[in-house]
């Protein structure tokens, strides 16, 4: 669940409101920052492991869902300008990521708690690889959430 707070340091009024739309824009850019930077992450450790007999075939599975998310990261960046919406400063810590935006002049801030931005992000991380969602029974929960970096 994201939480926003709002606030104009300088004008009493409050301008025109960030639209549901707009907050998951910038939702849907900290997750493709942050699956974008894991995946390639992995495809690098792949590489480098020595553990695989066959790394070319996981890597571009791996290639093939970061050039996915970065297709997907530009066309969200198109649609924050076009909203008029800049993310100014993004921050993690034990409790979640928070991002500073500015949308036409009206500063804001939206935090998501990692339970819900990991199983977001595993959510899109299957998808993007092409898994089904009946293949994520196949760990115990535990396990899963582990397996996710808690910091990128």
């Known amino acids: 669940m994201a939480i926003t707070k ?3 340091p300088t004008t009493p009024t409050i301008p025109e409101n960030i639209s549901k739309d707009e907050l998951s824009l910038v939702r849907s850019y900290l997750l493709l920052t942050f699956i974008h930077k ?41 649609e ?13 810590d034990q409790r979640g990521v928070t991002a500073e935006y500015n949308c036409r002049g009206y500063a804001g801030e939206i935090h998501i708690l990692w339970p819900g931005f990991r199983s977001e992000m595993m959510q899109r991380m299957r998808a993007y ?24």
């Open 6 to 8: 709002r606030y104009t």
């Open 38 to 78: 894991v995946f390639e992450r992995d495809c690098r450790a792949i590489g480098k492991s020595g553990l695989f007999k066959t790394p070319q075939l996981y890597m571009e599975l791996v290639s093939s869902a970061t050039k996915k998310t970065s297709l997907m990261l530009q066309e969200v960046t198109r």
């Open 129 to 152: 690889l092409g898994l089904g969602a009946e293949l994520a029974s196949v760990l115990p929960r535990e396990e899963r959430v582990e397996q996710m970096a808690l910091s990128i």
């Open 80 to 92: 924050l300008t076009s909203h008029q919406l800049k993310i100014s400063t993004v921050r993690q």
